[in-house]
């Protein structure tokens, strides 16, 4: 088989990141002429080996060889020179340069030192020619491009660098189908030319039809490599899943109808949400599930009034909720909470005391006229600190002194301090330790029998699983499944993030539901 | 023919800051000499370019690390030094005159190489560590030179604030009445100073990688390090050209006032007009666009405007108002970026 000269060999990888392992003796190789798939959830360490393998992340144990010979990157830059060129899911691209400029931008062509724009624009015609990509002008500044246009300036700077090893990471993500067909030619190409592409998809349709080889990882473990056809979609599935349900979840309520509390119709934006129809009852916990990057937090973002341009419906009661900002969304007419996904930059102020960042979204209730009461301040800074019991020495510190854990905590008190009545969560448990998800499990759900509204996204399955009533699958900007009760499975969930139909179109009848 | 059209048109397109104001800067300009009683005559000319040298220099060198998103805070402060600095060697025998020149672009080159070296290892923001660099400079100016004055070759002086007509003759290169001469005779030589150094400089170094990593770097850095980018060169590169330019403000201080003054106030009031500059040329605050010609042209806009005052009759107290108003129209012209992102989320970014 083709493993008997592989390109690209890992030797027992590991890496991880403050205390949790991203891969974990990992052994992989792939040889030249074929297109290797590789497949895992988010989080199974697909990022982390591509990673590892461009230059970005160092290993922290293993050897890494290419063409026979170990190598050690500590750069992007020396992978390059050994021929292994990343197109990375986050564009690599520089909004305010050329097209042209963007494709040579770490090598071009030079005359007496300087940039040779008349060759550079030559060859960059040259490389979007070959990619069919000629409306392009390479005189254009990449921030004038479409999101698909600039993919492919993506693929063609990889292009441009010769590679002997070509990852895709979610490449065709962005692309149009025309396009698609572009660079699937593309790559039989490259592969009749000797070339190893690493392909990372979430379309199983194009792995199906693309690749040579299959990988699959799951929990920074390499599981399995396989030729294409040795194994049907619905074991595939189960190899990406196969880990048992460790947390504990508090027992749902038995499933009664709930009136409508939020209602969105055919809501669309910027082609990254693409007409979403979904009810929410009141008291009823709704679980967001997907690959990351299918439009749930652009979703979540929608509704709390911090994207403009929306089209569609929202109603709360059927009264018209469209806020136009954060600011409206939490007012008095909507009391919308969004708990959002990066707590060190849209979550918390990291410089600030706790206190502080406790207070950050309801100061409207502990001031008194233009003053903040120093006294109602400190009692519901107490509560909140109790109420989540958030383990702190003196609210007075600074944020960023606590745990992951606690630091969420005190994102999640902030907005209940609003008293919202529809809260949105996006991914709240992600980094933090297993004793605060619990807690944060049992919380949701003590939050829904008060009769608040839920929308939780969450890219951990067996979570949505435990604490959501229903739950809507998203992928590419649509809501393609809607679950509920026993319905909820891991295949289920898994197969309709792939947009595969294996048994999901059976359990899928609880889309009614909505 | 189409497609050079069109290339002129993305050219055009991609570059409205800067063509708009250039229109202003022809407009006002054109205006003044219509206004004024001795308009469009050398001697008006001449003035004008003299005055406007300093700034457009230290216009330029603010410009480059505004384009990596930082601010220099140092290059009135190094202007300052350079200009003592050549009070006390830019005399003597012409090749002592020379490397005195040389001497004095090659000090304020170094200091902002140390800004640059600090920024890079010393891991400080370019704003605060450029505070600090530039009173050390200031500091060694007043060094130099505790008092004004200083000893400037006279003949150089003459010749470089004058046409090129006075450059020849003052040196006896050929005879300066040859028919032949007398349609550049009259070029300001400061203006031909600013334009060789701008265009032999400037826009050679735009076209080198670092030159290009630095707009990279301020457009957004983190893929300028995924792309493998010498992200360490560019950011001591944008500080060393921005030390030679305000070097180059400083010398010709020094020949066109014949002296040599460690003014504290003057470094700091120059400071801040070359960052208005290079607003007002087209430069964003917030790196990735713009360039030094432009901010060559903004500079030029600043110093129009000041001109006007001389010949129309309003309080001359009303001249930083006014300046400040134009700044503000300016500057909202740029604001129109934000009214069409759509994920408000990303006006933070």
């Keep these: 088989m083709p493993n008997d000269n592989p390109i690209v060999q890992l030797t027992g990888v590991s890496k991880h990141f403050s205390g949790t392992r991203a891969l974990e003796g990992v ?67 520089v909004p305010d340069l050329s097209v042209a400029d963007n ?91 000797g070339v190893a592409s690493l392909f990372i998809s979430h379309r199983m349709h194009e792995i199906d039809k693309l690749c040579d080889m299959l990988s699959v990882f799951r929990n920074g473990q390499h599981i399995e490599t396989f030729a294409k056809g040795a194994h049907s979609e619905g074991e595939i599935v189960k190899l990406m899943i196969g880990r048992e349900v460790t947390a504990h979840y508090p027992p749902k309520p038995a499933p009664t109808p709930k009136p409508d509390y939020l209602k969105i119709e055919k809501l669309a934006w910027e082609g990254q949400l693409k007409g979403i129809d979904l009810s929410i009852g009141k008291g009823e916990i709704v679980g967001l599930g997907g690959l990351d990057g299918q439009g749930q937090k652009e979703l979540l973002l929608g509704l709390f009034g911090v994207l403009r341009g929306l089209q569609g419906e929202v109603a709360i009661l059927d009264r018209a909720c469209r806020p136009s900002s954060p600011a409206e969304a939490k007012g008095d007419a909507m009391r919308i909470a969004l708990v959002p996904e990066d707590r060190k930059t849209e979550g918390l102020m990291l410089a600030m005391s706790i206190a502080d960042n406790l207070l950050a979204a309801s100061f409207g209730r502990i001031t008194d006229g233009p003053f903040i009461n120093g006294e109602k301040a400190r009692q519901a800074v107490t509560e909140g600190i109790a109420k989540l019991q958030i383990k702190v020495a003196s609210p007075d510190d600074i944020v960023s002194t606590l745990s992951g854990g606690n630091q969420q905590k005190v994102v999640i008190a902030k907005w209940l301090m609003t008293d919202p009545d529809l809260i949105l969560l996006n991914d709240p448990t992600r980094g933090i330790d297993v004793g605060t998800k619990q807690e944060i499990y049992k919380l949701i759900r003590e939050l829904a029998d008060r009769g608040k509204t839920i929308l939780l996204y969450s890219s951990d399955y067996a979570e949505l699983i435990g604490c959501c009533d229903r739950v809507a699958v998203m992928y590419d900007g649509e809501i393609v499944a809607k679950l509920s009760g026993d319905a909820i499975t891991e295949e289920a969930i898994v197969a309709a993030s792939l947009n595969v139909g294996t048994q999901a179109h059976v359990t899928a009848s609880g889309a009614h539901h909505g | 023919m189409v497609e050079v059209r069109s290339a002129a048109a993305t050219n055009v397109r991609q570059n409205l800051a800067f063509y708009g104001a250039v229109a202003l800067l022809v407009a006002l300009y054109l205006v003044y000499n219509m206004l004024h009683p001795r308009g469009f005559s050398a001697a008006v000319l001449i003035q004008n370019s003299n005055e406007s040298v300093a700034i457009v220099f230290l216009a330029m060198a603010q410009t480059v690390p505004v384009l990596l998103g930082g601010l220099d805070l140092s290059v009135g402060a190094i202007m300052t030094l350079a200009n003592c600095i050549a009070s006390e060697v830019v005399h003597g025998s012409p090749l002592q005159i020379v490397l005195g020149m040389i001497l004095t672009l090659a000090s304020g080159t170094a200091f902002g190489l140390v800004n640059g070296l600090i920024v890079v290892y010393g891991r400080l923001q370019p704003i605060i560590a450029t505070l600090a660099t530039g009173a050390v400079a200031v500091g060694l100016a007043l060094f130099i030179r505790p008092v004004p004055g200083g000893n400037v070759d006279d003949d150089i002086s003459w010749a470089l604030t004058n046409d090129l007509y006075e450059f020849v003759a003052t040196y006896g290169f050929f005879n300066a009445d040859a028919a032949w001469f007398q349609p550049v005779a009259w070029i300001p030589v400061p203006l031909l100073i600013v334009v060789v150094i701008a265009f032999g400089v400037w826009l050679p170094f735009k076209r080198t990688v670092t030159g290009r990593t630095i707009y990279a770097v301020g457009s957004a850095e983190g893929a300028a390090y995924m792309s493998g980018l010498p992200i360490n060169r560019a950011k001591i590169a944008a500080f060393t050209l921005a030390g030679f330019f305000a070097a180059c403000a400083g010398l010709y201080l020094a020949i066109q006032t014949s002296s040599g003054n460690a003014d504290i106030t003057q470094a700091g009031a120059y400071t801040l007009n070359s960052i208005a500059a290079v607003v007002v040329g087209g430069t964003s605050l917030l790196g990735g666009v713009g360039g030094a010609i432009g901010s060559l042209v903004g500079a030029l806009i600043l110093r129009v405007i000041s001109f006007y005052f001389r010949i129309v009759s309003i309080d001359p107290l009303l001249q930083p108002l006014v300046e400040g108003l134009v700044l503000l129209v300016a500057v909202s012209l740029g604001a129109f970026r934000t009214l069409r992102v759509k994920n408000q989320l990303n006006l933070f970014r």
């Design chain 1, 27 to 93: 052994d992989f190789s792939c040889s030249p002429g074929t297109i290797h798939g590789i497949l895992g959830e988010n989080g199974a360490g697909k990022s982390t080996l591509i990673k590892i393998l461009s230059g970005v992340l160092q290993p922290d144990a293993g050897t890494v060889q290419v063409g026979g010979k170990t190598v050690r990157f500590s750069t992007p830059e020396q992978a390059v020179a050994s021929g292994i060129v990343c197109i990375f899911q986050e564009l690599s691209l």
């Design chain 1, 103 to 193: 494709i040579f931008i770490a090598a071009p062509p030079r005359k007496f030192g300087l940039i040779d724009r008349r060759a550079q624009h030559r060859r960059a015609e040259e490389l979007l020619a070959r990619i069919k990509c000629e409306d392009v002008d390479p005189n254009s500044l990449v921030r004038e491009l479409s999101l698909s246009r600039r993919q492919m300036v993506e693929i063609a700077k990889a292009l441009g660098k010769n590679p002997k090893v070509l990852i895709l990471d979610e490449a065709t993500s962005a692309l149009t189908s025309r396009d698609v067909e572009t660079v699937y030619g593309l790559l039989a190409d490259l592969r009749a030319d």
